[in-house]
Protein backbone atom coordinates (compact mmCIF):
# COMPACT_ATOMS: atom_id res chain seq x y z
CA UNK A 1 0.00 0.00 0.00
CA UNK A 2 1.43 3.10 -1.15
CA UNK A 3 1.27 6.43 1.32
CA UNK A 4 -0.93 8.27 -0.76
CA UNK A 5 -3.53 5.19 -1.23
CA UNK A 6 -2.75 4.30 3.01
CA UNK A 7 -3.44 8.38 3.69
CA UNK A 8 -6.86 7.97 1.77
CA UNK A 9 -7.87 5.14 4.20
CA UNK A 10 -7.46 7.12 7.45
CA UNK A 11 -9.37 9.86 6.11
CA UNK A 12 -12.02 7.94 5.35
CA UNK A 13 -11.74 6.14 8.67
CA UNK A 14 -11.81 9.47 10.02
CA UNK A 15 -14.97 10.55 8.28
CA UNK A 16 -16.88 7.80 8.61
CA UNK A 17 -16.26 7.73 12.61
CA UNK A 18 -17.15 11.09 12.81
CA UNK A 19 -20.22 10.58 11.08
CA UNK A 20 -21.24 8.08 12.99
CA UNK A 21 -20.58 9.56 15.97
CA UNK A 22 -22.88 12.52 14.86
CA UNK A 23 -25.80 9.85 13.90
CA UNK A 24 -25.08 8.77 17.83
CA UNK A 25 -25.72 12.76 19.05
CA UNK A 26 -22.38 12.77 19.88
CA UNK A 27 -20.19 15.76 18.15
CA UNK A 28 -16.08 15.10 18.16
CA UNK A 29 -13.36 16.94 16.49
CA UNK A 30 -11.55 15.81 13.58
CA UNK A 31 -8.84 15.91 15.75
CA UNK A 32 -10.28 13.82 18.34
CA UNK A 33 -10.61 10.97 16.21
CA UNK A 34 -7.39 10.60 14.39
CA UNK A 35 -6.34 10.32 17.93
CA UNK A 36 -8.62 7.62 18.67
CA UNK A 37 -7.65 6.41 15.25
CA UNK A 38 -3.81 6.04 16.20
CA UNK A 39 -5.12 4.66 19.38
CA UNK A 40 -6.75 2.10 18.58
CA UNK A 41 -4.09 0.92 15.71
CA UNK A 42 -1.57 1.10 18.26
CA UNK A 43 -3.41 -1.20 21.20
CA UNK A 44 -2.02 -4.65 21.02
CA UNK A 45 -5.04 -5.83 22.18
CA UNK A 46 -6.81 -5.40 18.94
CA UNK A 47 -4.31 -7.01 16.45
CA UNK A 48 -3.91 -4.67 13.40
CA UNK A 49 -1.04 -5.34 11.30
CA UNK A 50 -0.44 -2.32 9.47
CA UNK A 51 2.03 -3.43 7.17
CA UNK A 52 -0.66 -5.31 5.51
CA UNK A 53 -3.46 -3.76 3.15
CA UNK A 54 -6.60 -3.13 5.42
CA UNK A 55 -9.94 -5.04 4.09
CA UNK A 56 -13.55 -4.16 4.32
CA UNK A 57 -13.70 -6.20 7.58
CA UNK A 58 -10.77 -4.61 8.78
CA UNK A 59 -11.59 -0.96 8.09
CA UNK A 60 -14.85 -1.13 9.76
CA UNK A 61 -13.64 -3.30 12.96
CA UNK A 62 -11.32 -0.22 13.14
CA UNK A 63 -14.81 2.38 12.64
CA UNK A 64 -16.60 0.18 15.29
CA UNK A 65 -13.50 0.51 18.13
CA UNK A 66 -13.54 3.86 17.54
CA UNK A 67 -17.24 4.92 17.98
CA UNK A 68 -17.30 2.20 21.20
CA UNK A 69 -14.24 4.45 22.63
CA UNK A 70 -15.61 7.67 21.41
CA UNK A 71 -18.55 6.88 23.01
CA UNK A 72 -17.75 5.46 26.45
CA UNK A 73 -18.12 8.27 28.49
CA UNK A 74 -17.71 6.51 31.52
CA UNK A 75 -14.36 5.67 30.55
CA UNK A 76 -11.47 8.05 32.28
CA UNK A 77 -8.81 7.33 29.61
CA UNK A 78 -11.14 9.34 27.11
CA UNK A 79 -11.38 12.19 28.95
CA UNK A 80 -7.80 12.31 29.51
CA UNK A 81 -7.36 11.98 25.22
CA UNK A 82 -10.29 15.00 24.87
CA UNK A 83 -8.29 16.99 27.44
CA UNK A 84 -4.90 16.07 25.92
CA UNK A 85 -6.29 17.63 22.54
CA UNK A 86 -8.02 20.73 24.22
CA UNK A 87 -4.51 21.57 25.88
CA UNK A 88 -2.70 21.06 22.58
CA UNK A 89 -5.45 23.18 20.17
CA UNK A 90 -5.51 26.21 23.04
CA UNK A 91 -2.63 26.46 25.12
CA UNK A 92 0.37 28.79 23.57
CA UNK A 93 3.20 29.59 25.25
CA UNK A 94 3.59 33.38 26.49
CA UNK A 95 5.79 34.58 23.36
CA UNK A 96 3.29 32.90 20.97
CA UNK A 97 0.23 33.84 22.56
CA UNK A 98 1.56 38.01 22.77
CA UNK A 99 2.78 37.95 18.97
CA UNK A 100 -0.41 36.50 17.99
CA UNK A 101 -2.02 39.22 20.14
CA UNK A 102 -0.06 42.16 18.39
CA UNK A 103 -0.62 40.77 15.04
CA UNK A 104 -4.20 40.90 15.71
CA UNK A 105 -3.92 43.99 17.17
CA UNK A 106 -1.97 45.62 14.10
CA UNK A 107 -4.56 43.85 11.44
CA UNK A 108 -7.79 45.41 13.30
CA UNK A 109 -5.93 48.86 13.11
CA UNK A 110 -4.13 47.95 9.28
CA UNK A 111 -7.55 50.12 7.63
CA UNK A 112 -7.21 52.85 9.59
CA UNK A 113 -3.58 53.22 8.85
CA UNK A 114 -3.69 52.53 5.21
CA UNK A 115 -6.33 55.40 4.84
CA UNK A 116 -4.33 57.64 6.79
CA UNK A 117 -1.01 57.01 4.72
CA UNK A 118 -2.87 56.88 1.45
CA UNK A 119 -4.35 60.08 2.08
CA UNK A 120 -3.32 63.40 0.56
CA UNK A 121 -4.97 66.66 1.90
CA UNK A 122 -4.90 69.79 0.25
CA UNK A 123 -8.02 71.59 1.28
CA UNK A 124 -8.51 72.54 4.90
CA UNK A 125 -11.28 70.41 5.54
CA UNK A 126 -9.71 67.39 4.03
CA UNK A 127 -6.40 67.99 6.43
CA UNK A 128 -9.20 67.77 9.50
CA UNK A 129 -10.44 64.84 8.36
CA UNK A 130 -7.39 63.17 8.37
CA UNK A 131 -5.92 64.61 11.28
CA UNK A 132 -9.58 63.21 13.05
CA UNK A 133 -7.90 59.97 11.72
CA UNK A 134 -5.20 60.18 13.76
CA UNK A 135 -7.27 60.70 16.62
CA UNK A 136 -9.13 57.47 15.97
CA UNK A 137 -5.57 55.68 15.11
CA UNK A 138 -3.86 56.79 18.58
CA UNK A 139 -7.02 56.06 20.86
CA UNK A 140 -7.53 52.40 19.52
CA UNK A 141 -3.60 51.76 19.56
CA UNK A 142 -3.17 52.99 23.14
CA UNK A 143 -6.44 50.75 24.00
CA UNK A 144 -7.27 52.89 27.01
CA UNK A 145 -10.94 54.29 26.62
CA UNK A 146 -13.98 53.91 24.03
CA UNK A 147 -13.74 55.57 20.94
CA UNK A 148 -17.13 56.82 21.28
CA UNK A 149 -16.89 58.28 24.70
CA UNK A 150 -16.66 62.00 24.15
CA UNK A 151 -14.42 62.95 26.87
CA UNK A 152 -11.77 60.80 25.82
CA UNK A 153 -12.01 61.65 22.14
CA UNK A 154 -10.76 65.46 23.90
CA UNK A 155 -8.56 64.32 26.00
CA UNK A 156 -6.53 62.41 23.33
CA UNK A 157 -6.67 65.14 20.89
CA UNK A 158 -5.78 67.36 23.31
CA UNK A 159 -2.89 65.28 24.01
CA UNK A 160 -1.62 65.04 20.15
CA UNK A 161 -1.71 68.74 19.98
CA UNK A 162 0.84 69.14 22.23
CA UNK A 163 3.35 66.75 20.22
CA UNK A 164 1.69 66.96 16.79
CA UNK A 165 -0.13 70.39 16.17
CA UNK A 166 -2.43 69.89 13.33
CA UNK A 167 -0.84 72.87 11.38
CA UNK A 168 2.05 69.73 10.57
CA UNK A 169 -0.53 67.84 8.59
CA UNK A 170 1.20 69.13 5.20
CA UNK A 171 4.80 67.91 6.54
CA UNK A 172 3.21 64.18 7.75
CA UNK A 173 1.44 63.92 4.12
CA UNK A 174 4.56 64.47 2.42
CA UNK A 175 6.50 62.00 4.04
CA UNK A 176 6.39 58.06 2.81
CA UNK A 177 4.72 55.52 3.53
CA UNK A 178 6.86 53.57 5.86
CA UNK A 179 8.01 57.18 7.85
CA UNK A 180 4.01 57.86 8.07
CA UNK A 181 3.05 54.14 9.79
CA UNK A 182 6.53 55.06 12.10
CA UNK A 183 5.12 58.47 12.88
CA UNK A 184 2.05 56.99 14.04
CA UNK A 185 3.22 54.53 16.08
CA UNK A 186 5.40 57.19 17.89
CA UNK A 187 2.07 59.47 18.07
CA UNK A 188 0.76 56.64 20.10
CA UNK A 189 3.22 55.78 22.29
CA UNK A 190 3.95 59.79 22.85
CA UNK A 191 -0.40 60.33 23.48
CA UNK A 192 -0.40 57.06 25.90
CA UNK A 193 2.80 58.43 28.08
CA UNK A 194 1.08 61.67 28.49
CA UNK A 195 -2.28 60.36 28.88
CA UNK A 196 -0.27 58.36 32.10
CA UNK A 197 1.47 61.45 33.37
CA UNK A 198 -1.55 63.18 33.18
CA UNK A 199 -3.57 60.86 35.41
CA UNK A 200 -0.56 60.33 37.84
CA UNK A 201 -1.02 63.98 38.30
CA UNK A 202 -4.75 64.07 38.14
CA UNK A 203 -5.17 65.75 35.69
CA UNK A 204 -7.28 63.54 33.77
CA UNK A 205 -7.14 59.64 32.69
CA UNK A 206 -10.76 59.11 34.34
CA UNK A 207 -11.23 56.52 31.92
CA UNK A 208 -7.81 54.42 32.15
CA UNK A 209 -8.13 51.70 34.74
CA UNK A 210 -5.05 50.95 37.66
CA UNK A 211 -3.79 48.18 35.75
CA UNK A 212 -0.91 47.50 38.20
CA UNK A 213 -3.46 47.28 41.28
CA UNK A 214 -6.01 44.60 39.16
CA UNK A 215 -3.01 42.60 38.05
CA UNK A 216 -1.88 42.60 42.36
CA UNK A 217 -5.28 41.19 43.00
CA UNK A 218 -6.31 38.60 39.96
CA UNK A 219 -2.87 37.07 40.24
CA UNK A 220 -2.93 35.72 43.09
CA UNK A 221 -6.65 34.87 42.85
CA UNK A 222 -5.50 32.52 40.09
CA UNK A 223 -2.44 30.97 41.53
CA UNK A 224 -5.07 30.14 44.47
CA UNK A 225 -6.92 28.61 42.13
CA UNK A 226 -4.60 26.65 40.24
CA UNK A 227 -2.77 25.70 43.76
CA UNK A 228 -6.59 24.11 44.63
CA UNK A 229 -6.84 22.11 41.90
CA UNK A 230 -3.17 20.77 42.16
CA UNK A 231 -3.93 19.43 46.03
CA UNK A 232 -7.01 17.73 44.71
CA UNK A 233 -5.50 15.93 41.88
CA UNK A 234 -2.62 15.34 44.28
CA UNK A 235 -4.85 13.35 46.62
CA UNK A 236 -6.87 11.83 43.97
CA UNK A 237 -3.47 10.61 42.20
CA UNK A 238 -1.97 9.44 45.83
CA UNK A 239 -5.24 7.46 46.71
CA UNK A 240 -5.68 5.41 43.03
CA UNK A 241 -1.85 4.86 43.85
CA UNK A 242 -2.59 3.60 47.41
CA UNK A 243 -5.49 1.13 45.95
CA UNK A 244 -3.41 0.15 43.62
CA UNK A 245 -0.22 -0.98 45.06
CA UNK A 246 -2.41 -2.78 47.29
CA UNK A 247 -4.43 -4.73 44.41
CA UNK A 248 -0.43 -6.64 43.57
CA UNK A 249 0.06 -7.26 46.68
CA UNK A 250 -3.75 -8.77 47.93
CA UNK A 251 -5.21 -11.30 44.92
CA UNK A 252 -8.72 -10.56 46.76
CA UNK A 253 -8.40 -6.78 46.59
CA UNK A 254 -6.97 -7.62 43.27
CA UNK A 255 -10.37 -9.50 42.66
CA UNK A 256 -12.73 -6.77 43.95
CA UNK A 257 -10.87 -3.75 42.51
CA UNK A 258 -10.16 -4.92 38.89
CA UNK A 259 -14.02 -3.55 37.67
CA UNK A 260 -12.63 -0.51 38.47
CA UNK A 261 -10.55 1.44 36.18
CA UNK A 262 -8.03 2.69 38.41
CA UNK A 263 -5.34 3.26 36.57
CA UNK A 264 -7.31 5.12 33.55
CA UNK A 265 -7.97 7.28 36.15
CA UNK A 266 -4.63 7.94 38.13
CA UNK A 267 -3.39 8.72 34.47
CA UNK A 268 -6.10 11.28 34.13
CA UNK A 269 -5.42 12.64 37.06
CA UNK A 270 -1.58 13.26 36.59
CA UNK A 271 -2.44 14.36 33.11
CA UNK A 272 -4.30 17.31 34.90
CA UNK A 273 -1.45 17.69 37.09
CA UNK A 274 0.92 18.25 34.60
CA UNK A 275 -1.09 20.45 33.06
CA UNK A 276 -1.75 22.66 35.92
CA UNK A 277 1.67 22.69 36.61
CA UNK A 278 2.58 24.72 33.89
CA UNK A 279 0.02 27.10 34.05
CA UNK A 280 1.53 27.24 37.57
CA UNK A 281 4.60 28.26 35.63
CA UNK A 282 3.04 30.84 33.74
CA UNK A 283 1.36 32.26 36.19
CA UNK A 284 4.09 32.67 38.34
CA UNK A 285 6.52 34.77 35.38
CA UNK A 286 3.73 36.77 34.96
CA UNK A 287 3.99 37.93 38.92
CA UNK A 288 7.43 38.16 38.29
CA UNK A 289 7.04 40.25 35.30
CA UNK A 290 4.22 42.63 36.95
CA UNK A 291 6.50 43.08 40.04
CA UNK A 292 9.72 44.17 37.67
CA UNK A 293 7.44 46.49 35.84
CA UNK A 294 5.94 48.14 38.76
CA UNK A 295 9.21 48.78 39.82
CA UNK A 296 10.24 50.40 36.44
CA UNK A 297 6.96 52.39 35.92
CA UNK A 298 7.30 53.89 39.35
CA UNK A 299 10.94 55.22 38.73
CA UNK A 300 10.28 56.16 35.42
CA UNK A 301 7.08 58.25 36.61
CA UNK A 302 9.55 59.87 39.26
CA UNK A 303 11.48 60.95 36.98
CA UNK A 304 9.18 62.21 34.77
CA UNK A 305 7.59 64.49 37.51
CA UNK A 306 11.25 65.92 38.64
CA UNK A 307 11.92 67.20 34.79
CA UNK A 308 8.66 68.34 33.69
CA UNK A 309 7.88 69.71 37.91
CA UNK A 310 6.30 73.03 37.40
CA UNK A 311 7.76 73.58 33.98
CA UNK A 312 6.24 76.07 31.58
CA UNK A 313 8.27 74.14 28.82
CA UNK A 314 10.20 70.86 28.50
CA UNK A 315 12.84 69.86 25.92
CA UNK A 316 11.11 67.15 23.98
CA UNK A 317 14.56 65.40 23.63
CA UNK A 318 13.77 65.34 27.95
CA UNK A 319 10.79 64.17 27.88
CA UNK A 320 10.20 62.37 25.20
CA UNK A 321 11.87 59.28 26.13
CA UNK A 322 10.15 59.13 29.31
CA UNK A 323 6.71 59.43 27.61
CA UNK A 324 7.86 56.41 25.68
CA UNK A 325 9.35 54.65 28.65
CA UNK A 326 5.52 54.58 29.86
CA UNK A 327 3.90 53.85 27.37
CA UNK A 328 5.92 50.59 26.62
CA UNK A 329 5.56 49.47 30.11
CA UNK A 330 1.73 50.45 30.44
CA UNK A 331 1.68 48.10 27.03
CA UNK A 332 3.37 45.25 29.09
CA UNK A 333 0.68 45.62 31.96
CA UNK A 334 -2.18 45.24 29.59
CA UNK A 335 -0.02 42.07 27.73
CA UNK A 336 0.15 40.05 31.46
CA UNK A 337 -3.99 41.15 31.66
CA UNK A 338 -4.69 39.03 28.39
CA UNK A 339 -2.21 36.39 29.84
CA UNK A 340 -3.91 35.87 33.21
CA UNK A 341 -7.37 36.26 31.10
CA UNK A 342 -5.92 33.12 28.98
CA UNK A 343 -4.60 31.20 32.16
CA UNK A 344 -8.00 31.59 33.88
CA UNK A 345 -9.80 30.56 30.99
CA UNK A 346 -8.05 27.68 30.17
CA UNK A 347 -7.95 26.54 33.98
CA UNK A 348 -11.49 26.95 34.25
CA UNK A 349 -12.42 24.82 31.21
CA UNK A 350 -9.61 21.69 32.25
CA UNK A 351 -11.84 21.20 34.78
CA UNK A 352 -14.33 19.39 32.62
CA UNK A 353 -12.36 16.85 31.90
CA UNK A 354 -11.83 15.92 35.30
CA UNK A 355 -15.82 16.04 36.52
CA UNK A 356 -15.55 12.08 35.50
CA UNK A 357 -13.66 11.48 38.74
CA UNK A 358 -16.43 12.40 41.27
CA UNK A 359 -18.79 10.34 38.97
CA UNK A 360 -16.93 7.14 39.02
CA UNK A 361 -15.57 7.34 42.65
CA UNK A 362 -17.46 9.62 45.17
CA UNK A 363 -15.78 10.36 48.12
CA UNK A 364 -17.87 7.54 50.21
CA UNK A 365 -16.78 4.87 47.74
CA UNK A 366 -12.87 5.63 47.71
CA UNK A 367 -13.26 6.19 51.34
CA UNK A 368 -14.64 2.75 51.85
CA UNK A 369 -12.46 1.40 49.70
CA UNK A 370 -9.08 2.64 51.39
CA UNK A 371 -10.10 1.37 54.99
CA UNK A 372 -7.26 -0.30 56.51
CA UNK A 373 -4.63 1.66 53.71
CA UNK A 374 -2.05 4.09 54.18
CA UNK A 375 -2.09 6.69 52.05
CA UNK A 376 1.51 7.94 50.84
CA UNK A 377 2.43 11.21 49.37
CA UNK A 378 4.55 11.69 46.69
CA UNK A 379 7.08 14.04 49.25
CA UNK A 380 6.41 11.04 51.71
CA UNK A 381 7.39 8.18 49.13
CA UNK A 382 10.69 10.50 48.29
CA UNK A 383 11.73 10.83 51.71
CA UNK A 384 11.62 7.71 52.55
CA UNK A 385 14.31 6.68 49.54
CA UNK A 386 16.67 9.75 50.22
CA UNK A 387 19.29 7.84 52.21
CA UNK A 388 19.89 4.92 49.58
CA UNK A 389 21.74 5.39 46.25
CA UNK A 390 23.64 3.24 43.87
CA UNK A 391 26.67 1.98 43.92
CA UNK A 392 28.45 3.12 40.60
CA UNK A 393 30.88 0.45 40.91
CA UNK A 394 28.45 -2.48 40.77
CA UNK A 395 28.00 -0.77 37.25
CA UNK A 396 30.78 -1.05 34.88
CA UNK A 397 29.54 0.02 31.43
CA UNK A 398 26.67 2.40 32.90
CA UNK A 399 26.76 5.40 33.24
CA UNK A 400 24.88 7.14 36.75
CA UNK A 401 24.61 10.69 37.41
CA UNK A 402 23.85 12.92 40.46
CA UNK A 403 22.03 15.94 41.47
CA UNK A 404 25.19 17.23 43.40
CA UNK A 405 27.54 16.45 40.40
CA UNK A 406 25.64 18.09 38.01
CA UNK A 407 25.94 21.70 37.15
CA UNK A 408 22.87 22.38 35.82
CA UNK A 409 20.18 19.93 37.32
CA UNK A 410 17.41 21.68 36.72
CA UNK A 411 18.00 22.03 33.31
CA UNK A 412 18.58 17.62 32.90
CA UNK A 413 16.39 16.74 30.33
CA UNK A 414 14.31 13.36 32.47
CA UNK A 415 12.59 10.65 30.47
CA UNK A 416 8.89 10.37 31.27
CA UNK A 417 8.58 13.55 32.29
CA UNK A 418 10.26 12.56 35.74
CA UNK A 419 8.09 8.99 36.73
CA UNK A 420 9.70 5.88 37.65
CA UNK A 421 10.99 4.49 34.65
CA UNK A 422 10.56 0.88 35.88
CA UNK A 423 6.82 1.17 37.81
CA UNK A 424 5.06 2.43 34.42
CA UNK A 425 5.64 -0.75 32.25
CA UNK A 426 6.30 -3.11 34.90
CA UNK A 427 3.48 -1.61 37.59
CA UNK A 428 1.66 0.33 35.51
CA UNK A 429 2.03 3.36 38.15
CA UNK A 430 3.10 6.92 37.44
CA UNK A 431 5.57 7.34 40.32
CA UNK A 432 7.84 10.05 40.93
CA UNK A 433 11.46 9.05 40.62
CA UNK A 434 14.11 10.28 43.24
CA UNK A 435 17.57 11.93 41.81
CA UNK A 436 19.10 11.48 44.62
CA UNK A 437 19.57 7.54 44.14
CA UNK A 438 20.78 8.10 40.91
CA UNK A 439 19.87 8.99 37.84
CA UNK A 440 20.85 6.49 34.62
CA UNK A 441 22.46 7.63 31.34
CA UNK A 442 21.63 5.17 28.65
CA UNK A 443 22.03 5.97 25.08
CA UNK A 444 22.23 9.99 26.14
CA UNK A 445 18.67 9.61 27.68
CA UNK A 446 18.12 9.82 31.42
CA UNK A 447 15.70 7.95 33.62
CA UNK A 448 14.77 7.85 37.92
CA UNK A 449 13.71 5.79 39.86
CA UNK A 450 11.35 5.28 43.15
CA UNK A 451 13.60 2.92 44.87
CA UNK A 452 17.48 1.29 45.02
CA UNK A 453 15.55 -2.45 43.60
CA UNK A 454 14.09 -0.73 40.63
CA UNK A 455 17.39 1.18 39.35
CA UNK A 456 19.29 -1.92 39.73
CA UNK A 457 16.59 -4.00 37.98
CA UNK A 458 16.10 -1.49 35.58
CA UNK A 459 20.38 -1.19 34.86
CA UNK A 460 20.35 -4.56 34.17
CA UNK A 461 18.45 -4.36 30.64
CA UNK A 462 17.41 -0.84 30.29
CA UNK A 463 16.12 -1.45 26.46
CA UNK A 464 13.77 -4.30 27.83
CA UNK A 465 11.92 -2.25 30.09
CA UNK A 466 11.99 0.41 28.00
CA UNK A 467 9.87 -1.20 24.87
CA UNK A 468 7.65 -2.38 27.94
CA UNK A 469 7.03 1.21 28.56
CA UNK A 470 5.94 1.39 25.00
CA UNK A 471 3.82 -1.80 24.83
CA UNK A 472 1.68 0.09 28.22
CA UNK A 473 1.76 3.54 26.26
CA UNK A 474 0.20 1.33 23.10
CA UNK A 475 -2.06 0.01 25.70
CA UNK A 476 -2.97 3.05 26.96
CA UNK A 477 -2.80 5.74 24.72
CA UNK A 478 -2.96 8.98 27.27
CA UNK A 479 0.21 8.01 27.93
CA UNK A 480 2.43 9.04 24.74
CA UNK A 481 1.83 12.50 25.93
CA UNK A 482 1.90 12.23 29.80
CA UNK A 483 5.35 10.78 29.30
CA UNK A 484 6.40 12.59 26.95
CA UNK A 485 6.85 9.60 24.17
CA UNK A 486 5.80 11.47 20.82
CA UNK A 487 9.61 10.38 19.44
CA UNK A 488 8.50 6.84 19.90
CA UNK A 489 5.16 7.20 18.36
CA UNK A 490 6.00 9.57 15.31
CA UNK A 491 4.73 7.07 12.54
CA UNK A 492 2.83 3.74 12.31
CA UNK A 493 5.84 1.43 11.78
CA UNK A 494 4.53 -1.92 10.40
CA UNK A 495 6.02 -4.63 12.42
CA UNK A 496 8.04 -6.85 9.76
CA UNK A 497 9.82 -3.33 9.75
CA UNK A 498 10.12 -2.62 13.34
CA UNK A 499 13.88 -2.80 13.77
CA UNK A 500 14.53 -0.98 10.70
CA UNK A 501 13.26 2.66 12.01
CA UNK A 502 14.50 4.44 8.44
CA UNK A 503 11.74 2.23 6.74
CA UNK A 504 8.03 2.65 7.48
CA UNK A 505 4.53 2.28 6.23
CA UNK A 506 3.69 5.92 5.91
CA UNK A 507 5.50 8.78 6.69
CA UNK A 508 3.40 12.04 7.49
CA UNK A 509 3.38 14.89 4.39
CA UNK A 510 4.51 18.25 5.54
CA UNK A 511 2.23 20.36 4.13
CA UNK A 512 1.22 23.89 5.56
CA UNK A 513 -0.79 26.78 4.04
CA UNK A 514 0.80 29.91 3.81
CA UNK A 515 0.07 33.24 1.91
CA UNK A 516 1.79 36.29 1.65
CA UNK A 517 0.90 40.04 1.03
CA UNK A 518 3.09 42.90 -0.49
CA UNK A 519 1.98 46.53 -0.73
CA UNK A 520 0.83 47.76 -3.91
CA UNK A 521 3.46 50.48 -4.38
CA UNK A 522 6.58 49.73 -1.95
CA UNK A 523 8.23 52.91 -2.14
CA UNK A 524 7.11 56.20 -2.51
CA UNK A 525 5.22 57.75 -5.39
CA UNK A 526 7.68 59.84 -7.75
CA UNK A 527 5.30 61.37 -9.82
CA UNK A 528 6.62 64.06 -12.53
CA UNK A 529 4.29 66.53 -13.29
CA UNK A 530 6.31 68.20 -15.73
CA UNK A 531 6.33 65.30 -17.72
CA UNK A 532 4.63 65.49 -21.37
CA UNK A 533 4.20 62.61 -23.66
CA UNK A 534 2.33 65.23 -26.43
CA UNK A 535 4.88 66.20 -28.83
CA UNK A 536 3.14 69.83 -29.81
CA UNK A 537 2.97 69.98 -26.15
CA UNK A 538 6.05 69.79 -26.06
CA UNK A 539 7.07 72.41 -29.15
CA UNK A 540 4.75 74.71 -27.59
CA UNK A 541 6.82 74.70 -24.26
CA UNK A 542 9.90 75.05 -26.38
CA UNK A 543 8.64 78.11 -27.85
CA UNK A 544 7.75 79.57 -24.93
CA UNK A 545 11.11 79.10 -23.66
CA UNK A 546 13.07 80.36 -26.81
CA UNK A 547 11.31 83.71 -26.11
CA UNK A 548 11.35 84.77 -30.29
CA UNK A 549 10.27 88.36 -29.90
CA UNK A 550 13.50 89.45 -28.59
CA UNK A 551 15.67 87.61 -30.50
CA UNK A 552 17.91 88.41 -33.52
CA UNK A 553 18.62 86.48 -36.52
CA UNK A 554 21.69 86.66 -38.31
CA UNK A 555 23.00 85.55 -41.41
CA UNK A 556 25.98 85.90 -43.83
CA UNK A 557 26.48 85.42 -47.66
CA UNK A 558 29.67 84.38 -49.48
CA UNK A 559 31.09 84.87 -52.68
CA UNK A 560 29.92 80.77 -53.55
CA UNK A 561 26.76 80.78 -52.15
CA UNK A 562 25.39 84.18 -53.12
CA UNK A 563 23.40 82.98 -56.64
CA UNK A 564 22.50 79.92 -55.06
CA UNK A 565 18.57 79.06 -54.74
CA UNK A 566 16.65 76.12 -55.67
CA UNK A 567 15.58 75.72 -59.22
CA UNK A 568 13.18 73.15 -60.72
CA UNK A 569 12.55 72.98 -64.22
CA UNK A 570 9.84 71.51 -66.94
CA UNK A 571 10.92 70.40 -70.33
CA UNK A 572 8.66 68.98 -72.89
CA UNK A 573 9.74 65.66 -74.38
CA UNK A 574 11.43 66.28 -77.78
CA UNK A 575 9.19 65.99 -80.97
CA UNK A 576 10.37 65.40 -84.59
CA UNK A 577 9.57 68.93 -86.39
CA UNK A 578 11.68 70.87 -88.15
CA UNK A 579 11.29 74.46 -90.36
CA UNK A 580 13.11 76.37 -92.14
CA UNK A 581 13.03 80.35 -92.64
CA UNK A 582 14.70 82.61 -95.39
CA UNK A 583 17.41 84.02 -92.88
CA UNK A 584 18.15 83.74 -89.20
CA UNK A 585 18.46 86.39 -86.86
CA UNK A 586 19.02 87.04 -83.52
CA UNK A 587 19.06 90.05 -80.78
CA UNK A 588 20.33 90.33 -77.19
CA UNK A 589 18.49 92.00 -74.80
CA UNK A 590 20.08 93.29 -71.23
CA UNK A 591 19.32 90.60 -68.17
CA UNK A 592 17.64 92.68 -65.69
CA UNK A 593 18.94 93.55 -62.27
CA UNK A 594 16.74 95.00 -59.93
CA UNK A 595 17.67 94.74 -56.33
CA UNK A 596 15.40 95.79 -53.14
CA UNK A 597 17.16 96.85 -50.00
CA UNK A 598 15.41 96.51 -46.30
CA UNK A 599 13.48 93.34 -46.68
CA UNK A 600 14.68 92.27 -43.96
CA UNK A 601 13.40 95.13 -41.41
CA UNK A 602 15.08 97.05 -38.77
CA UNK A 603 14.49 97.62 -35.21
CA UNK A 604 12.02 100.14 -35.64
CA UNK A 605 8.23 99.63 -35.92
CA UNK A 606 8.23 101.14 -40.25
CA UNK A 607 10.04 99.31 -42.36
CA UNK A 608 12.04 101.34 -45.34
CA UNK A 609 12.88 99.53 -48.50
CA UNK A 610 15.03 101.27 -51.09
CA UNK A 611 15.07 100.15 -54.91
CA UNK A 612 17.80 99.65 -56.92
CA UNK A 613 18.30 98.77 -60.51
CA UNK A 614 21.60 97.97 -61.91
CA UNK A 615 20.20 96.67 -65.44
CA UNK A 616 22.97 97.94 -68.07
CA UNK A 617 21.30 99.91 -71.24
CA UNK A 618 20.78 98.13 -74.20
CA UNK A 619 23.33 99.97 -75.87
CA UNK A 620 25.97 98.82 -73.48
CA UNK A 621 25.28 94.93 -74.44
Known amino acids: MSSDQAWNVVKKIIREVGQECTIQGQTVSEILVAFMVKAVALDPRNDFKVDQILTKEDVQNIIQLCVTRLLDTTNPSLSTIKMQVYFDMNYANRAELLREQHRDLEARLAPVVRDIADSCPHLQEEMENVYRKIVSYVLLASGLGSPTDIGVVREVTAALQSVFPQREIMTFSSLGKKNKEQQLKTFAMLVTGIRLYNKACGKGGSSIEDLPAILNEAIPSATRTIDEGLNNCHLRAYQYTTLLESMQEDQHRHTQLSSFKLKEALFNVRQYE???????????????????????????????????????????????????????????????????????????????????????????????????????????????????????????????????????????????????????????????????????????????????????????????????????????????QLLQLHHQFEYLVPYAQARTPDKCLMKPTVKCDSSSQTDTHILPPTIVTSYEWNEWEMRRKAIKLANLRRKLTHAMQTDLSNMRRQNSTQVYLPKDVSTQTKRDNSSNVPRPQIFLEGLRGQSSPTTHTVKINLTRAVDET
Open 274 to 480: AFLCILLSDAITSAQEVEKMQVQFATTMEQLKNTVENKVSVDANEVFPLFIALSNLWTGFQDEMLLLKFLTSLTNNLQQFLEIQSQLFPEELLTSLLEGLTVKSDEERLRETMGTRVNVSDFKNQEWLFPETIEHFDQLLIQYHGFCAHAIGVKGLTLPGNPAIGILKHKEKCYVFTSKEAAYIFAQDPDKFIQLNVEKAKEYTELI
